[in-house]
């Protein structure tokens, strides 16, 4: 294998070590983040339980979705429809397969410690796609947010019933649009910063 295809496969990898570690952040980073929501646009209030009760929920959902030995999406004062596990299934199996990738490119990244890399110019142009993307959302969260599950997702079962799936009245847009912010000025951040630095 030539020097470039090494470059080549080494700025890939950085390229998803990147994106899966900001990812990662994000989704522990939604703990505080739902706490201060659930007070802030008084979540108690609009499903009547108490703050315990609803943080004891959303880590029980978290639990499900980031431990790869938990098998059951189970909530104690939510009950869920067949859809809304479905797609609790398929975000876990998304959730997976970023922590798997993390998990790779960490090690590859160690080996390869001491390796310099001679296509910063690429992360760049990935923070220019990122930006654009992160405008996209601040012009219209609704449709970015539709146009992300439809992308993921290949069936329309995170289209919540409030009804039959309540918890989704205790996950505002507000709380996932912060979520999404915190993301961007990761991504951004670290794709800048790789631009920018020698090695």
């Not at 339980?49 to 909530?75: A, C, V």
Request: glycine letters at 4%; charged letters at 15%; proline letters at 3%.
């Amino acid at each position: 294998m030539s020097n470039s295809q090494k470059d080549v496969i080494y700025t890939t990898v950085l390229a998803f070590f990147i994106f899966t570690f900001a990812v990662t952040v994000t989704i522990f980073a939604s703990y505080p983040l739902f706490m201060f929501a659930i007070k802030h646009y008084y979540l108690e209030q609009a499903v009547n339980l108490s703050f315990g009760k609803i943080l004891h929920n959303y880590n029980q959902m978290m639990n499900y979705l980031i431990n790869p030995f938990s098998g059951q999406f189970h909530l104690s004062d939510f009950s869920s429809s067949v859809a809304g596990r479905t797609h609790f299934s398929d975000v876990k199996k998304l959730f997976m397969l970023n922590f798997g990738v993390l998990i790779l490119s960490s090690i590859y990244l160690w080996i390869r410690r001491k390796t310099r890399s001679h296509y910063n110019q690429v992360f760049k142009y990935i923070a220019i796609i990122g930006v654009i993307l992160a405008i996209l959302m601040a012009i219209n969260f609704d449709g970015f947010f539709v146009i992300f599950h439809e992308v993921l997702f290949r069936n329309s079962d995170w289209l919540f019933d409030p009804e039959k799936d309540p918890i989704i009245n205790v996950l505002p847009e507000e709380f996932f649009t912060q979520c999404f912010i915190l993301f961007f000025v990761l991504f951004e951040g670290l794709n800048f910063w790789k631009y920018k630095s020698k090695k």
